[in-house]
């Protein structure tokens, strides 16, 4: 499992520095960028094995008769079962989230995860812009916590490290799934494996809007599955025609530490822009 996640890191940096090289990175930061991102990043290190342990507490507490009760379940149904059911609970609390945007009760929800789209780019970095709070309320975090009381902690390890193998994958910015959905002999077959596997193409839709764009669509970090069978499901011809959020960007303060509103205690900064600028 160390090995594997060894592996994942190197990627992370492999992909980076190839984004860095090709100057995917040049001019795509505006101001609120500069604060959001390693914000995110640095006490992300932090705040998800925080978080973690609290859901870690939160499920002790709940089933304290359960601990290592599913140990003898083999490895590969153990996994299978943990990426099955990680990914619809990470489709439902994704998909509330953008649903509840404006929403009386539940905006908040939407606040917590707006983070991750008010980015006007997509790439490596994109896949770690999150509010520090999300991992309280992430379908995965929870499943992952879950498996690993039940006694399936390798494969609940292992799943973690594909789940964050595919993030990366899908938030690169290079869109070599472009060519191949336009292909003409390989393009059908392709466009039939997204109705089961999220491509970059199919992710990369989810973050733009204007055409081939949508954010209330294609909630699924690996598997398509449950976007096709709920009706959210949207296979792109090429990369959307913004990616973001139209509207303002909020205070760097808001999205960061989302939901809680510390830029209104701050006050309208520098790192507060028009997100159509």
């Excluded at 090995?3 to 190839?18: H, L």
């Excluded at 002999?185 to 990369?204: D, K, N, Q, T, Y």
Aim: charged share 15%; aromatic share 14%.
């Amino acid at each position: 499992m160390r090995d594997f996640t060894m592996w994942v890191a190197a990627v992370i940096v492999v992909i980076f520095v190839a984004e860095l090289i090709a100057g995917r990175h040049r001019g795509v930061y505006g101001r609120n960028d500069w604060f959001v991102n390693p914000i995110c990043i640095v006490f992300g290190v932090a705040g998800r094995p925080l978080g973690a342990g609290l859901i870690a507490l939160a499920v002790g507490l709940a089933l304290p008769r359960w601990h290592n009760a599913l140990a003898w379940v083999p490895f590969w149904p153990a996994l299978i079962t943990i990426i099955l059911t990680g990914e619809l609970a990470n489709y439902g609390v994704h998909r509330a989230a953008h649903e509840a945007k404006g929403s009386r009760w539940f905006d908040w929800l939407w606040r917590m995860h707006r983070t991750h789209h008010t980015g006007k780019y997509v790439n490596v970095l994109l896949n770690y812009r999150t509010s520090l709070f999300w991992v309280l309320v992430g379908g995965l975090a929870w499943v992952f916590a879950l498996a690993i009381y039940l006694g399936q902690g390798k494969a609940a390890g292992v799943g973690v490290a594909v789940f964050s193998f595919w993030g990366i994958i899908t938030h690169a910015d290079f869109r070599w799934d472009d060519a191949v959905r336009r292909h003409q002999r390989f393009g059908p077959v392709f466009r039939a494996l997204e109705h089961v596997l999220i491509s970059p193409g199919v992710h990369h839709s989810h973050h733009g809007y204007g055409r081939d764009g949508g954010n209330f669509r294609n909630f699924g970090v690996m598997l398509a599955i449950y976007d096709w069978m709920f009706g959210t499901l949207h296979i792109p011809q090429g990369r959307p025609q913004r990616y973001g959020l139209p509207g303002d960007t909020p205070h760097w303060a808001n999205d960061a530490f989302s939901p809680l509103n510390l830029g209104d205690w701050l006050g309208r900064a520098p790192g507060a822009e028009a997100e159509g600028s």
